[in-house]
């Protein structure tokens, strides 16, 4: 066994060498480009301008001054048309009502449209009835051409750009944004973008063409940067992504931003988006709401102050480059780190006796299968599952088995990174699979194995099934299923269960110090030192601490599966969550060694009861 275990522990040593080349490219193409662009929400500024009596690109100027940069100008619809004064729209149901009261009889055609135009200036419609051919009719009445629409398509239906609104925004500087939408039967898919935009960031849940007309699209898009909206899954977006220029955005809603969000927050957010997940593209909704006091003073600070914050961390704010990351990986290199992965899985086989050893083997290679398909991501989530389960595994239950245990997951971090890594995954328009189970397998794979250690596996179920039911038991267990849930809970960008105001000011102030470090690190690091320390508690309970312990190790494979956060981020965050979580464990070992104590003698003090 033990030359079998220096074998594996060789070829991991080797493969360290092919994934140490691809780490040291991925740093360099993570520190080339520091350009990021502030495009504010075009629709947003047009109801807040119209809320304080200002002319959008007035506001839009002022704002300019103040540090913003671009502009994201929304395709028009019927509705617009009709709101610039360069088209009559209207519902049918609304011609028929006016028609009646005026005392006309309409034409059956327009009697049955769902939505009715007719031009007010030459050549407005042209972009609209170009693309909307389905349905459509014509008819002459009162001395007008009116278009008839089938259904309700007054605030939906493209209408097509506003150039010379493109042509005024491009005049004043401003970087350049197109927001195209999508309808049924839609003709000449992509023909009208605008090329004065530097960006399309599509409408809705669907992209323009979907599901129909997405060649269309991509053959029109080569000339932009199509942006995918960070939480937003939208319909086409996968089958097009990998052939044409991309990147992402981080947005808020307009009700988070009008009642959740202090112009100090959101520029918080923004910039821990481009230092710690690469965004590129900050979208700015301004608020529309007074609900968090002024609406024209609230985004003129958060305009100047998160330009002013973006500059002072080196980033250079401006238009985008199409090629957004300038990182190139090698199938041999990948390759041959996979080498490394692979050992590191008959490595944990090790840990486990008998048949145990085959059936964790293939229980995990399958795992890694089922979830990230015959592909590199099966080995990056086997990485991830793998690693943060050796150190523990392996090394002896003393507080030096925290740094042992860090190192293997360090190990296998830059493992995962070279066989996952590649520009789709650092974009995170190809995320890591997986990201629940790396949450979960390790710590019950640790616990597994623990439990190996004393009994057979029908020797458990058989103690557990007699085990008489305590009070003690009960509360106990129900404190591991609340912890373990919510863990769970907490997970992801948009958690079930949110981050309360404590936490927050803690991360506020952790930001301020350093990069913020991830709390399930500094918690599973600081309990599995009172589980390394404290060598007289029941084994069960050692078991739970450590196991939180791997869980730690495991949210450090968790940030390196995280491709679009660089990797000195993550490696930075992993150091000072070893270093605050080691200081926390100190601090809770001294505090559970005292309790223990006092109770101790709490319980030795009362007299033992009556038979």
């Not at 193409?29 to 929400?41: F, I, N, Q």
């Not at 090329?195 to 979907?210: K, P, S």
């Not at 320390?533 to 940030?559: D, E, F, Y």
Request: glycine residues 10%; proline residues 5%.
């Amino acid at each position: 066994m033990r030359a079998y275990r220096t074998l594996l522990f060789v070829l991991i040593a080797l493969s360290l060498v092919p994934a140490g080349i691809l780490a040291a490219r991925r740093i360099s193409a993570e520190g080339s480009e520091r350009t990021v662009t502030m495009l504010m929400d075009g629709q947003a500024l047009i109801e807040q301008a119209g809320m304080l009596g200002r002319d959008p690109f007035d506001l839009a100027l002022e704002y300019q001054a103040a540090g913003l940069n671009g502009i994201a100008l929304y395709e028009q619809t019927p509705e617009s048309l009709a709101q610039q004064g360069r088209a009559i729209a209207m519902l049918g149901t609304e011609a028929a009502a006016a028609a009646a009261l005026a005392g006309i009889t309409l034409p059956q055609e327009l009697l049955s449209a769902g939505t009715l135009m007719s031009e007010l200036e030459p050549g407005a419609l042209a972009p609209l009835l170009a693309k909307n051919t389905a349905g459509h009719s014509q008819l002459e009445f009162l001395g007008r051409t009116w278009h008839a629409f089938p259904g309700d398509s007054f605030s939906t239906r493209p209408a097509g750009p506003d150039l010379a609104q493109f042509d005024r925004y491009l005049a004043a500087g401003f970087d350049l944004a197109y927001r195209p939408r999508n309808f049924p039967g839609l003709v000449g898919v992509g023909g009208d973008f605008p090329e004065q935009a530097n960006y399309l960031i599509h409408t809705g849940l669907e992209l323009q063409g979907n599901p129909d007309s997405l060649d269309a699209l991509v053959e029109a898009s080569q000339g932009y940067v199509t942006v995918v909206i960070e939480g937003t899954e939208q319909a086409g977006m996968d089958e097009v992504i990998d052939r044409i220029p991309s990147t992402r955005l981080l947005s808020f809603s307009q009700e988070y931003v009008n009642r959740g969000l202090e112009p100090d927050d959101i520029i918080e957010k923004y910039l821990l988006a481009a230092a710690e997940r690469g965004m590129r593209i900050m979208y700015l909704r301004p608020w529309t709401e007074e609900h968090l006091g002024n609406m024209h003073a609230n985004t003129l600070e958060m305009v100047s102050g998160l330009r002013a914050s973006l500059e002072l961390e080196g980033y250079t704010v401006g238009p985008l480059d199409f090629q957004v990351v300038d990182y190139v990986t090698s199938p041999v290199l990948r390759a041959l780190s996979a080498v490394g992965v692979v050992a590191g899985l008959l490595l944990l086989a090790t840990l486990y006796p008998g048949a145990w050893a085959a059936v964790i083997a293939i229980f995990m290679a399958l795992l890694a299968a089922v979830a990230g398909g015959l592909h590199w991501d099966a080995l990056a989530l086997s990485a991830a599952l793998v690693f943060p389960v050796i150190g523990y595994g392996l090394l002896s239950e003393r507080l030096g088995s925290l740094l042992g245990a860090t190192l293997f997951s360090l190990v296998g971090a830059v493992l995962l990174a070279a066989v996952g890594s590649d520009t789709d995954t650092m974009m995170a328009i190809s995320p890591f699979k997986g990201v629940a189970a790396t949450l979960v397998v390790p710590p019950a794979l640790y616990l597994f194995h623990y439990a190996l250690r004393y009994r057979r596996p029908a020797q458990w179920v058989k103690s557990l099934w007699n085990q008489p039911i305590t009070i003690g038991l009960v509360a106990l267990a129900l404190v591991a299923a609340a912890v373990g849930g919510l863990v769970l809970l907490r997970r992801g960008n948009f958690p079930v269960i949110g981050v309360s105001e404590i936490e927050l000011a803690l991360r506020s102030w952790l930001n301020e110090l350093f990069v913020r470090p991830r709390f399930k690190e500094l918690i599973g690091h600081s309990l599995a030192v009172v589980g390394l320390l404290l060598p007289r508690l029941p084994a069960w309970l050692r078991a739970g601490l450590l196991a939180a312990g791997v869980m730690a190790q495991a949210t450090i494979l968790n940030s390196f599966s995280h491709y679009h956060t660089p990797l000195l981020i993550s490696l930075q965050r992993t150091v000072i969550a070893l270093v605050l979580g080691l200081i926390g464990g100190l601090l809770l070992t001294l505090l559970v060694r005292t309790a223990m104590n006092l109770g101790r003698r709490w319980l030795d003090s009362a007299p033992e009861p009556e038979a």
